[in-house]
Structures are given as structure tokens and as C-alpha cells.
């Protein structure tokens, strides 16, 4: 079924709202998401410089692992993010000595002794990506490579947050155990973005394709070209 010129406008302006509204919210996202990965990537980049900062000032190859929690703190309060360390040790144990006291702000937690026992940390992460999260710190271990993960982390407000951690590992003075510098920054609103762009995208395909007629739009002006057919 073709529709006329006349129906052509009644049918045409929902499509077009709807094809507007899919543009405008993937354009959104997609922004949303490129200033998220700059902030996320400059500071790793300040932390990085932090790190051989202080180990040139110290003049000392072990340096990296030993700053004060003051001197990190320096740097951390100015991200956007919590900043954090962990550290596997040769004989297999795993410490968190850092995280930043922006996780009081994001989180609600303090960031003292009891916050940074690892599993402390690791109970806060959702059931489901738990798995991921330790995957992804074997490979990372394994390979030398740096992490990159997104998961769900709960609040003391009892609230899911998605977070996007990133963090570079580096073998430690003796050689024995590996150090991650990293930071987890808040990428919630993010996810609700993404998420409202799929369905919007979903109702939109059902309608495209449930629709028994031909459904188009043009511009009222020019030569009257079809925006979508």
C-alpha cells in the first residue's frame, strides 16, 4: 500500500519526529561517551606522569610503589574519577595501600583500611561481572596489558553504578608481584543513554516493519526530495 500525497503528511511527520529523535539521541551518546573516554584517558595520562614524576625526584627505581598517600592525593583530588592501586605481591597476596577519597563522594564509602581490603572491594561488584572483573585482571596480569572493564558497583546508598575502570599493570621493584595505577571514572548516565538509544531504536524498527503501508518523508522545500523512504 502507497499512501497519497495527502495521508503522505499525516503518516510522514511521526516518522520524522521519531527519525529526529533517533539522530538527536545517538548523537547525544555518542558524545556523552567521547567526552567520558577523553577525561578517562587524560587521567590515566596524569597518573602516569605522577608516577615517574615522583620517581625521578626520588632517584629511585622503586619509587613508583612507595608515594604517600598525601602526594597521591594531590593528584586525585583534581580527577573525575577514584583513583586507586593494587598490588599483587610475589607470594600471591592482593593489597589495595590507595583509593582515592573521591570513592566517599561516588560511592559513599570512606576510603580507609576497611574499604581497601580486596574483598571488600570485590563484594561491592555486581554477582554477574565479577567473573569479568577477574578475568580481565588475570589477562591483564598475564599479558602485561593494560585493563579496561565496565561494571556495576554498589553504592552505600544501596544503588547500582556502572563504572569504567582502567588501569596499567607494571612489574614491582624485586620483579616478584605487578602494581595497577588506575582509575574507575562513574559511567551510569552513559549506560542509561545507551540504553534509551536501543529501545528508541527498537520501537523504531517495529513500527518501520509492522507498518503495512509505505512510509516516507521529505522536506518542504527544494525539489521536495525524500529524507526517508
Known amino acids: ?83 586507586w592501586r593494587r598490588i599483587m605481591h610475589q607470594d600471591g597476596r592482593v593489597t589495595y595501600p590507595y583509593v582515592s577519597r573521591k570513592a566517599e563522594q561516588l560511592l559513599g564509602y570512606l576510603a580507609g583500611p576497611t574499604y581497601r581490603l580486596p574483598a571488600v572491594l570485590f563484594q561491592a561488584i555486581h554477582p554477574e561481572d565479577q567473573p569479568r572483573w577477574e578475568a580481565a585482571l588475570v589477562r591483564s596480569a598475564a599479558e602485561l596489558r593494560p585493563l579496561a572493564i565496565d561494571c556495576r558497583v554498589m553504592t552505600a546508598w544501596e544503588e547500582w553504578r556502572w563504572f569504567r575502570s582502567w588501569a596499567t599493570p607494571k612489574r614491582s621493584a624485586d620483579g616478584g608481584g605487578l602494581v595497577w595505577d588506575g582509575i574507575s571514572l562513574d559511567v551510569t548516565e552513559l549506560k542509561r543513554a545507551e540504553s534509551a538509544l536501543s529501545s528508541a531504536e527498537a520501537r523504531l524498527r517495529h513500527v518501520l516493519t509492522s507498518s503495512p503501508a509505505v512510509l516516507y518523508s521529505f522536506e518542504a522545500q527544494g525539489d521536495y526530495a525524500p529524507t526517508f523512504i
Not at 499512501?3 to 538527536?24: F, H, I, M, S
Not at 567521547?34 to 627505581?61: C, F, P
Not at 610503589?65 to 597521591?72: D, I, N, V, W, Y
Request: negative net charge; aromatic residues 2%; charged residues 35%.
Open 1 to 83: 500500500v502507497e499512501l497519497g500525497e495527502e495521508d503522505a503528511g499525516v503518516a510522514g511527520q511521526p516518522v520524522q519526529e521519531r527519525l529526529r529523535y533517533e539522530r538527536e539521541a545517538r548523537t547525544a551518546a555518542e558524545q556523552l561517551l567521547d567526552q567520558r573516554t577523553r577525561e578517562l584517558e587524560e587521567a590515566h595520562r596524569e597518573i602516569e606522569r605522577l608516577r615517574w614524576k615522583l620517581a625521578a625526584s626520588a632517584g629511585a627505581q622503586d619509587a613508583v610503589t612507595h608515594e604517600s598517600p598525601a602526594q597521591l592525593d594531590s593528584v586525585a583530588e583534581n580527577l573525575p574519577g577514584i583513583v
